[in-house]
């Protein structure tokens, strides 16, 4: 069992910057995969970006250049520091882990096997 605590969600001015944490026990965190994702108001969860347990990391066209997705393992905490926000950056924003493959980590949610519970980022224009 891997549990995951968002946190750092708020309200912004467009233009402005928010970094994310999500902080995760249970499992030995440096082997996990993490993802973000988000879910803005009417629209349907979407990838945001992720970061393998090597350090890798990949990002949706949306926010490439924008986010930056980044782990510290001696603290099991994954970040997404969101810079340039826009309006339709607004949503609720989830971390995912994927523990149940090496290597693991992917833009889809079905690759994930843990979630947490979300916190909300709202950008006024």
């Known amino acids: 069992q891997v549990q995951l605590v968002e946190s750092g969600g708020g309200l912004v001015q467009a233009g402005g910057s928010l970094r994310l944490s999500c902080v995760a026990s249970?499992?030995?965190?440096?082997?996990?995969?993490m993802g973000w994702f988000r879910q803005g108001p009417g629209k349907d969860r979407e990838f945001v970006g992720y970061i393998k347990s090597g350090g890798s990391t990949r990002y949706a066209d949306s926010v490439k250049g924008r986010f930056i997705i980044s782990r510290d393992n001696a603290k099991n905490t994954v970040y997404l520091q969101m810079n340039s926000l826009k309006s339709e950056d607004t949503a609720v924003y989830y971390c995912a882990a994927d523990a149940s493959r090496y290597l693991g980590g992917g833009p889809n949610e079905y690759e994930y096997d843990y979630w947490g519970q979300g916190t909300q980022v709202t950008v006024s224009s």
């Open positions: 249970g499992r030995s965190f440096s082997r996990l995969a």
